[in-house]
């Protein structure tokens, strides 16, 4: 069992950044894939970012390349999502999500959720 408890959302003007955060329990976290989504009211859940187990791939929706960076700490147990010249159509709740399959895309395949932090970008 995994809990994700993710932190860091806030109002930023457009333009601006935030650090999103999610601190993980359980002593396998190194060997998770490890993901961020969101999800804007009205839309469904979408990928955001996802890094491998032990850090050394990373992917992105097209839409935030160049402007979001995910890392992980395994001796910390964190995740982290740096977000960058955010948009107002970057606004929705962010979640972070642990896969046991440890490299994946796809929402259904990632088994454990935090409850989200929301992050709101005003024009």
């Known amino acids: 069992q995994v809990q994700l408890v993710e932190s860091g959302g806030g109002l930023v003007q457009a333009g601006g950044s935030l650090r999103l955060s999610c601190a993980a329990s359980?002593?396998?976290?190194?060997?998770?894939?490890m993901g961020w989504f969101r999800q804007a009211p009205g839309k469904e859940r979408e990928f955001v970012a996802v890094i491998s187990s032990t850090g050394s791939r990373s992917n992105y929706v097209d839409s935030v390349k160049g402007r979001f960076t995910i890392s992980r700490d395994n001796a910390k147990n964190t995740v982290s999502l740096q977000m960058n010249s955010l948009q107002p159509e970057d606004t929705a709740v962010y979640y972070c999500?642990?896969?046991?399959?440890?490299?994946?895309?796809?929402?259904?395949?990632?088994?454990?959720w935090g409850q989200g932090t929301q992050v709101t970008v005003s024009s």
């Open positions: 999500a642990a896969s046991l399959i440890g490299w994946t895309l796809t929402r259904g395949m990632y088994n454990y």
């Open positions: 359980g002593r396998t976290f190194s060997t998770y894939g």
